[in-house]
């Protein structure tokens, strides 16, 4: 049973804290958000070290705070529990130091922090527009903006595949027509990908790739460099290169194409490429494997840097 571990930023708001459980291996972990009233709420029974109820606001969970043990009781039958003494020093000690939010605005050709969504980023963002109808449908449509980022912003890695559940065949055309959008040198697209259905393959390439069991998902791509196919006058090495990056990105836009679908996905780049090489049957290298399918629970993005330490900004 995962452990709470910690109390982290939001990004949505300097008012709220994610509390966060490890388990055992990266992907048992699990994050409760919290808004600023239910914060104050369990803040308010915490400080005081009373015992006490806190309604989350989508009024199906709940915080149970005893002298021992605090119980959270998650509307998605999620059942969480912290000691309650490690959780009051943890948000006491968190709330000592000021914070800034993580969210990130973007419009046209800038970015800045914000802690608000505008009004109109509200609305758009309500009606739940598939990037993916909008990219490939028959009919013309604009792509929603807050759509497009809660996307990229939502999506994390899972290495657990529910396996009961079959992915649509219409949901892999459309990643694969996602990844046939993907931009590439000179529009030469210098990439291939393997498609693996056949179970003993994907055994195969269990092994293939340092064993790593979740390999074995649902829905598995090879991608594979294929310079022949970039027709320009450089070294070969460099047309190597080319094809390493449209192979690499033409798994990202599968891989947030699955994402847009409500999928999980796994990149694998540690692998062994003579093996799969063999098991493939080709002489394309390939760059890295896609796993895809439905996780077997939902979990929430990830913490990330601060901006300020990944963005280096150089002026004149």
């Known amino acids: 049973?995962?452990?709470?571990?910690?109390?982290?930023?939001?990004?949505?708001?300097?008012?709220?804290?994610?509390?966060?459980?490890?388990?055992?291996?990266?992907?048992?972990?699990?994050?409760?958000?919290?808004?600023?009233?239910?914060?104050?709420?369990?803040?308010?029974?915490?400080?005081?070290?009373?015992?006490?109820?806190?309604?989350?606001?989508?009024?199906?969970?709940?915080?149970?705070?005893?002298?021992?043990?605090?119980?959270?009781?998650?509307?998605?039958?999620?059942?969480?529990?912290?000691?309650?003494?490690?959780?009051?020093?943890?948000?006491?000690?968190?709330?000592?130091?000021?914070?800034?939010?993580?969210?990130?605005?973007?419009?046209?050709?800038?970015?800045?922090?914000?802690?608000?969504?505008?009004s109109e980023s509200k609305k758009v963002e309500s009606k739940k527009q598939s990037l993916l109808s909008a990219i490939l449908g028959s009919q013309e449509k604009k792509i929603s903006e807050s759509e497009y980022f809660r996307i990229i912003s939502t999506r994390r890695s899972t290495r657990k595949f529910d396996k009961s559940h079959l992915v649509e065949d219409?949901?892999?055309?459309?990643?694969?027509?996602?990844?046939?959008?993907?931009?590439?040198?000179?529009?030469?697209?210098?990439?291939?990908?393997?498609?693996?259905?056949?179970?003993?393959?994907?055994?195969?390439?269990?092994?293939?790739?340092?064993r790593q069991p979740y390999v074995d998902a649902p829905i598995v791509l090879v991608f594979c460099m294929n310079p022949s196919r970039v027709k320009m006058d450089f070294p070969p090495e460099t047309l190597s290169k080319f094809s390493l990056q449209d192979a690499t990105l033409a798994a990202a836009y599968a891989q947030l194409a699955a994402s847009a679908l409500e999928l999980s996905s796994i990149w694998i780049g540690m692998l062994d490429e003579e093996k799969v090489k063999k098991i493939l049957g080709t002489d394309l290298q390939p760059s890295s494997i896609l796993c895809i399918g439905y996780p077997d629970k939902r979990r929430p993005p990830k913490s990330r840097r601060k901006l300020r330490d990944l963005i280096h900004v150089l002026e004149s």
Not at 183 to 208: C, D, H, M, R, T
């Open 170 to 210: 219409w949901k892999v055309d459309k990643i694969l027509a996602a990844a046939d959008t993907a931009p590439s040198a000179g529009n030469f697209q210098g990439f291939e990908v393997f498609y693996i259905k056949n179970k003993k393959i994907k055994q195969a390439l269990v092994e293939a790739a340092n």
């Open 1 to 118: 049973m995962a452990e709470f571990t910690k109390v982290e930023e939001p990004y949505t708001s300097k008012d709220g804290v994610r509390l966060v459980w490890q388990g055992i291996d990266e992907d048992d972990s699990d994050v409760v958000i919290l808004g600023k009233d239910e914060l104050d709420s369990l803040l308010e029974i915490l400080s005081k070290e009373k015992t006490g109820k806190v309604e989350l606001e989508d009024e199906f969970s709940s915080i149970l705070v005893n002298s021992d043990v605090s119980q959270f009781r998650l509307k998605d039958e999620r059942y969480l529990e912290a000691d309650t003494k490690l959780l009051r020093e943890k948000l006491l000690e968190y709330m000592k130091i000021p914070h800034e939010v993580q969210s990130i605005d973007v419009k046209s050709n800038e970015f800045y922090p914000t802690s608000e969504k505008s």
